[in-house]
């Protein structure tokens, strides 16, 4: 049936939010811009620490997706929300060469400042500033003690963006779900590293959590802060757990949700990202089948088996559109992976699922996919997640690639992981990859063996995240790890706890949900006594299921 669709370009590629590479010859390139696993003490970066931030309206700057209300097209001004750039060096090694501005947003303090509160949304990818202009609320008991304070890390949103172009390759069958000849993938993902470097300029070599978390130590200086308080989600719990490395002194308050790996592999990584998003599909249908009405029937287990031969169906005879696009089963894997994180995001994938199934009309579950995919992704944040941004009249944010979500999530992981395999043993383990993939998920096991193959083509990236961040000596932080995370899962917590040392804290979320700080009255109620009175909770204790309001 052929229906008039636009099919989002780069979606297939943001289909994991933390990765490395497979176990392998490990190549820590000593020639690599990514391999100075801390600041020199012989370049100079006083001009960098000394700078003032020019803080002014957020036009041009981030501020074109904000959150308004149901029955609201704009959002008024506020004159305590601010927008401003900071210089930093492309390259800690040469700081008197090349430089880029960073993009920061600013909501000051309710109340009485004792300084500021840095926010990393996750990712890696998300952008920081229109993250936290659609989170505003959600943070507004912390901006009584707080300047409320994100950003856009290199090579993502306003901060130099990275794209890999429109002709990259993203949505080629044998990218998006995967292809028997391992040969045709590998030459495919060349094609994509290369349209990669191509596209986004010399910020590309310089991505990566080593130097974001340099970037980090001069926000806090220029910010005026002694030391960095923090709240990191997902992915931001990577970088805060660099920081502490390499600038243990410099920590304050700091806060870990939803804790990411710092040793485990990418096959390792993905499966885990299929099997819990697998297990989030299951919640779905069972949810779906005991409520009247449901387009998928009454049996959960019907269900499950109606939604594998869909998508098989959509893969083998594609919806055509009228410009001689194609709807495919992946194109559903997408938004499913997507829809989810958030229960929020059932019933209406339920109705677009109904649409789908009854008239062979995708157009609900694009706009879906579309509405989902411009939100900060692996933020954990429940509330955000179901909203729709509206622009602001006025406040157009600058032009960003419509890929660099998904452009800068491979940029980065590819730079933080050491491991290069030889094309021999890449397609030596492809095959068994494929087939343990699709036994852990029939539905998602495809997309989630890709980002294995990410990196190939691409530079070594840095050892010193697997090898050196552990044992940090700095004061106690706290790290929350939710028993039902779908993406980190709760053993991460536990493991990176002990690789960081005694200076890890730990608070056990028996809840659900990709982090615990939106989902969780009493993780909010002890992040927020953490932060703002300095009371930590005990090693160990944790938080219970909550009843749904």
Sequence with gaps: MRRAVALAGATALAVMGAGAWL??????????????????????????YSQKIDWGACEGDGAGLLVADSDATTVPEDKNIQCGKITVPLDYAHPKRDTI????????????????????????????????????????????????????????????????????????????GGSDDAGAMLDQMRKIAEACKKESGPVLPYVGTVNVSRDLDVMRQVLGDKKLNYLGFSYGTRLGSVYAAQFPKNVGRMVLDGVDTLTEDVAEQALVSAEGRQTALDNFTTWCTDNAGCVLGTDSRAAREHMSEL????????????????????????????????????PALSQALGALLADG???????????????????????????????????APEDVPADNMAAALMAVNCADDPDRPSEKNVEKEVTKLQKEFESTSD???????????????????????????????????????????????????????????????????????????????????????????????????????????
């Design 23 to 48: 176990p392998g010859e490990s190549a820590a390139a000593a020639s690599s811009p990514l391999h100075s696993p801390s600041p020199s003490p012989s370049p100079d970066l006083s001009r960098y």
């Design 101 to 176: 501005k960073l993009a920061m947003v600013r909501i000051k303090s309710s109340g009485k400042p004792r300084g500021s509160l840095l926010l990393n949304f996750g990712g890696p990818g998300g952008a920081g500033v229109s993250g936290l202009l659609n989170a505003q609320k959600e943070f507004e008991y912390l901006g009584k003690g707080y300047d409320v304070v994100s950003f856009d890390p290199r090579g993502v949103g306003e901060s130099s963006p990275v794209s890999c172009g429109n002709d990259a390759g993203a949505d080629d069958p044998e990218v998006k």
């Design 443 to 549: 539905i998602f096991g495809k997309s989630m063996l890709m980002p294995v193959l990410f990196c190939f083509g691409r530079p070594a990236g840095t050892d010193y995240i697997r090898e050196d961040v552990r044992d940090v000596k700095s004061p106690e932080f706290l790290l929350v790890g939710t028993r039902g995370d779908p993406a980190t899962p709760y053993r991460w917590t536990e493991e990176t706890a002990k690789r960081l040392g005694s200076a890890a804290v730990v608070l056990d979320n028996k809840g659900d949900g990709h982090t615990g700080y939106a989902g969780s009255k009493c993780v909010r109620e002890k992040v927020d006594g953490f932060l703002l009175y300095g009371e930590m909770p005990a090693n160990g204790s944790s938080c219970g299921v909550e009843e749904e309001e």
């Design 361 to 395: 009309d995708p157009r609900a579950l694009l706009r879906m996919g579309g509405s989902l995919a411009q939100q900060t992704p692996a933020n954990g944040l429940a509330e955000v997640l179901g909203r729709t941004p509206v622009r602001t009249p006025g406040r």
């Design 311 to 346: 998508i098989k169906g959509l893969d083998s005879y594609p919806l055509q559109s009228s410009d001689g696009g194609e709807f495919t089963g992946q194109d559903v894997v997408d938004i499913l992976g997507q829809a989810l994180y958030s229960r929020q995001s059932w």
